[in-house]
């Protein structure tokens, strides 16, 4: 059984930075695509940043030069490196893994985390 889970949410200052951290058991994350959601209040939820089987990543536009994602396919643990950080930026933050990109890429991963908070203030 898989299970996502994610950490390091918190609420920080605009100009601060957070790491977000993602586990998932019951999966090889080699063999998955990995990414990074955000919702919002109020709002939809919208992919911000994918790494696939190969370690290609694709950033959102909205947070490119100031969000980095990486994993450690030895401790099967997922980051969010997010820097430069926005009042906009505050949401909840979900870690996401599913075999098939495709899946990932349309927003609709087979395994989700249960979220993070992030709060940024001005």
């Known amino acids: 059984q898989v299970q996502v889970q994610e950490s390091g949410g918190g609420s920080v200052q605009a100009g601060g930075s957070l790491r977000l951290s993602c586990t998932a058991s019951?999966?090889?994350?080699?063999?998955?695509?990995m990414g990074w959601f955000s919702q919002p209040p109020g709002k939809d939820r919208k992919r911000v940043a994918l790494i696939d089987s190969d370690g290609r990543t694709d950033i959102a536009d909205s947070v490119k030069g100031r969000f980095t994602i990486s994993q450690d396919n030895a401790k099967n643990v997922l980051y969010l490196q997010m820097d430069s950080l926005k009042p906009e930026d505050t949401a909840m933050y979900y870690c996401?893994?599913?075999?098939?990109?495709?899946?990932?890429?349309?927003?609709?991963?087979?395994?989700w985390g249960q979220g993070t908070q992030v709060t940024v203030s001005s």
């Open positions: 019951g999966l090889t994350y080699s063999n998955y695509c």
């Open positions: 996401a893994a599913d075999p098939r990109p495709n899946r990932i890429w349309g927003g609709f991963p087979k395994y």
